[in-house]
């Protein structure tokens, strides 16, 4: 279409945002809480090129026209999918986990007469990795004591790594950080050697829960109370505004005691939210009782 940039992903600093670009920016901090500034131009570009050519596009221009109408409705997912950023890793800061089952769970046990299934949520939870660590972290944890199991929901915006979460196949490079010891009891390897992926095993699968959730959308769909949310290396895209909304939120759905993690590099620092730290990147509601 003329009078439209067209797709090019090369730019200098100083050059101005190509039409559409702004707002498309505006739209994904409206939806998803994102921010994006405008040195997200090239990343943007390369991210929506495929589906641009998908589509039969020439501009982040026309793409945006697309996206907002209502023909562009089935168009949000996939570009969901394209503008977040879904790195994440088994055993990734190791240390929570650690915490989860040495400090944090102990700290809410009911007593070994009454049985407990310890509720967790990973909140931006990816492709799975984080859910399942925890859930081989449970899994180790619970069969050290009786009456204990344990469900973890695990949500997302971007429908492409839910699937690949409920699938639970993962290639050999992803498994490296698993102990030998748990890739041992909770991995099963492909039939075919020359394949090399490994899947989580039917017990760990049953107790994690893939579920779509924005969270900036209007509600939570969320009835249950955790023990802990593992909410890491997800607000570090959003503003302080919308990080200390997001918190509050989430610890809405935490017991009385229960504890907030989140990334090594982020913070709650000038946050209002009713949590306070008790090591680094945890923190903790107040007990019922507690000031
Ligand atoms: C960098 S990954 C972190 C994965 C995992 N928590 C970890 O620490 O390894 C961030 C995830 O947050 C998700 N995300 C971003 N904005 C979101 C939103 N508004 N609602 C739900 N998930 C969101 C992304 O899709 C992405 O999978």
Redesign the pocket.
């Known amino acids: 279409m003329t009078g439209e940039a067209p797709l090019n992903t090369r730019r200098s600093s100083n050059e101005a945002a190509p039409p559409g670009f702004r707002a498309l920016a505006e739209y994904i901090t409206r939806?998803?809480?994102?921010k994006m500034s405008d040195a997200k131009v090239p990343m943007l570009q390369s991210r929506l090129a495929r589906r641009l050519r998908a589509l039969g596009l020439d501009s982040l221009e026309q793409y945006h026209r697309y996206l907002v109408s209502s023909e562009g409705a089935a168009e949000r997912p996939p570009f969901?999918d394209a503008v977040?950023?879904?790195?994440?890793?088994f055993f990734?800061?190791p240390q929570h986990f650690r915490y989860l089952v040495e400090s944090a769970l102990p700290s809410l046990d009911p007593g070994s007469d009454r049985f407990w299934n310890a509720q967790v949520w990973?909140?931006?939870?990816?492709?799975g990795?984080?859910a399942y660590t925890i859930a081989m972290t449970l899994g180790d944890f619970g069969a050290a004591r009786q009456r204990f199991d344990f469900s973890i929901l695990a949500?997302?915006?971007?429908q492409r790594?839910l699937q690949a979460g409920m699938d639970a196949i993962y290639e050999k490079p992803l498994i490296a950080p698993i102990p030998e010891e748990l890739r041992k009891r909770y991995l099963l390897r492909s039939r075919d050697p020359a394949d090399e992926l490994y899947r989580i095993v039917p017990a760990l699968r049953s107790r994690v829960r893939f579920s779509t959730?924005?969270?900036?959308?209007p509600e939570y769909r969320v009835s249950q109370s955790f023990e802990a949310i593992?909410?890491?290396?997800?607000m570090?895209?959003?503003d302080k505004p919308t990080q200390e909304r997001v918190v509050c939120r989430l610890c809405r759905h935490l017991r009385p005691g229960g504890y907030l993690f989140i990334?090594h590099s982020e913070s709650l620092a000038g946050l209002d939210v009713p949590v306070r730290m008790v090591a680094p990147a945890v923190y903790r509601q107040a007990l019922t009782g507690e000031p």
């Open positions: 939806e998803l809480g994102i969901f977040t950023t879904n790195k994440t890793d990734r800061e990973s909140a931006g939870c990816s492709s990795e984080e949500t997302d915006i971007s790594v959730l924005n969270l900036v959308g593992f909410f890491r290396n997800v570090i895209y959003f990334g």
